[in-house]
């Protein structure tokens, strides 16, 4: 899989995390799920993408590991 397909692929995943944590209910518990799982759903195309300009190989899986 080339690394556009990838990126496209995590768009898509979090534009449906968004739809997703919207449906979810107002109460207290709800908002908390809906606030981690915004933050770590939509966290994994950005930390992708920082990685992505990586200088070496090695400099790409570190950043990945990071995240």
């Known amino acids: 899989?080339?690394?556009?397909d990838l990126s496209e692929r995590f768009l898509d995943f979090?534009?449906?995390?968004?739809?997703?944590?919207?449906?979810?209910?107002?109460?207290?518990?709800?908002r908390h799920i809906a606030g981690q799982l915004l933050r770590s759903g939509t966290a994994v195309?950005?930390?992708?993408e920082e990685a992505r300009g990586a200088e070496s190989k090695a400099d790409f899986n570190h950043k990945?590991?990071?995240a």
């Open 14 to 30: 979090a534009a449906r995390i968004i739809r997703l944590v919207s449906a979810l209910p107002r109460s207290a518990v709800g």
């Open 64 to 66: 990945l590991g990071i």
């Open 1 to 4: 899989m080339k690394g556009d």
């Open 45 to 48: 195309g950005a930390n992708y």
